[in-house]
């Protein structure tokens, strides 16, 4: 659902607009907090350099952060959608 929803927002930076990736953002806000880690190909636990790596091949707390964090920037409702997800599986 992340993936497919590559969207961008727009962030003033020194008085300037800049268009740039809300993966990005998340990124960078949870490289505030710890070093994201993910499971490389060759199954060690290296740091991850986008978010994607962290969706799919790493812990499952930082699956959340991301999720977390990525609400707080998006314009979707996002939220909704992985409540239904987890209803559907009870």
């Known amino acids: ?3 497919k929803s590559e969207e961008t927002i727009f962030k003033t930076i020194y008085g300037w607009d800049y268009e740039v ?3 990005d953002e998340v990124y960078s ?3 505030q907090f710890y070093l994201p880690k993910y499971y490389n190909n060759e199954k ?3 740091e991850a350099d986008n978010v994607k790596n962290l969706i799919y091949s790493s812990l499952p707390q930082y699956t959340f952060d991301v ?3 990525y609400v707080k920037f998006s314009n979707h409702d996002l939220q909704e959608h992985i409540n239904t997800i987890f209803n559907l599986n009870q």
């Open 67 to 69: 999720i977390e964090c």
């Open 44 to 46: 060690r636990f290296v």
């Open 21 to 23: 990736s809300i993966f």
């Open 29 to 31: 806000e949870i490289n």
């Open 1 to 3: 659902m992340l993936d």
